[in-house]
């Protein structure tokens, strides 16, 4: 579906020559491209791509280390996670961030259900994230509070919303754009995971160059393009004290002498986001390179 500048849409389709040599649609066209279109029969077919001036990826799912082009063009990503059903997972929102930071792209948080849990432990998360330079919104899309602030936050630029399945992304969208109507599904009671309600990534302007990319929930997101060895670079809070360790190639664990743990028990960073540093880094040794 292209979204035309004067808000219309129409169907398109893509030739196979724009698609590569597996000819399936793959990463040739994405949300966030802006697209040349010639009109054939009575069809418009897409004839190119614009250079995209950033990407936000993943690694696809499988063994193989492919690469998954989430979206395109994006001026922020904005990281939805809960307060509850489901809980906050840090491993997700730290490789999220990480994969915003790593491609270039200012990364924001945002902590949902705030109804459904202390607003204390909310308090935990944002000022986690504060340290580490992201802007953090504790809110709820439920009932409306905090979603004005998120709304100036998103004002004029293009954000791409991610985050777990069933955390409120589609029903924060509803509430920051009036009468928008995204289908919002439920959380299973049982497993407190959500149903996949958003299949595809679809991007909403409610106004002149303020934009909106709501996507299917990731369960998992594998980074792509970043290594054991580069990883402390995906962590903007580490970098001013990353010359100072003893080591050339401190891994910031338990080596003497290294500012990242030091600053993590001073309290500069985290301990919190240091943990999952370390946790991140083994599951990344693990992985077959990309
Ligand atoms: N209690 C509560 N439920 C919410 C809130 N935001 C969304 N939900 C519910 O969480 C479920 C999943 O929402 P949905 O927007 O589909 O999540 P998505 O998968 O991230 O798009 C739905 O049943 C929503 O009604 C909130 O702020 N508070
Ligand atoms: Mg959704
Ligand atoms: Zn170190």
Avoid at 102 to 107: C, D, E, L, R, V
Wanted: glycine share 12%.
């Amino acid at each position: 579906v292209v979204l035309f500048d004067d808000g219309t849409e129409a169907d398109a389709t893509v030739p196979g020559a724009l698609r590569g040599r597996t000819k399936t649609l793959g990463n040739a066209v994405v949300v966030g491209d802006r697209v040349a279109l010639e009109p054939d029969a009575d069809r418009l077919v897409v004839t190119g791509v614009e250079p995209r001036r950033n990407t936000f990826s993943r690694r696809a799912a499988g063994r193989q280390a492919r690469e998954q082009v989430v979206a395109a063009n994006v001026d922020q990503v904005v990281l939805v996670a809960s307060l509850a059903e489901p809980e906050f997972k840090a491993g997700l929102a730290d490789r999220i961030l990480g994969q915003a930071e790593h491609s270039g792209i200012p990364g924001r948080l945002v902590v949902n259900k705030v109804d459904l849990g202390d607003p204390a432990d909310a308090g935990v998360i944002a000022d986690d994230y504060g340290r580490a330079g992201y802007p953090a919104h504790v809110l709820c899309a439920r009932n409306g509070e905090g979603v004005e602030a998120l709304r100036h936050a998103c004002l004029a630029r293009r954000s791409l919303f991610v985050g777990h399945s069933g955390v409120g992304k589609s029903s924060l969208l509803n509430a920051l754009v009036k009468g928008l109507g995204l289908m919002a599904g439920s959380v299973n009671p049982k497993t407190g995971k959500g149903r996949h309600t958003t299949t595809a990534a679809w991007l909403v302007r409610p106004g002149p160059g303020f934009e909106l990319i709501d996507t299917p929930g990731f369960r998992a997101f594998g980074l792509w393009g970043i290594g054991p060895d580069d990883l402390d670079q995906a962590y903007p809070e580490f970098r001013r004290f990353l010359g100072a360790c003893r080591f050339g190639d401190c891994r910031h664990d338990r080596e003497p002498g290294c500012a990242v743990r030091e600053a993590s028990e001073g309290g500069a960073v985290s301990p919190r986001r240091h943990a999952s540093f370390l946790k991140l880094r083994r599951e990344l040794l693990e992985e077959v390179p990309s």
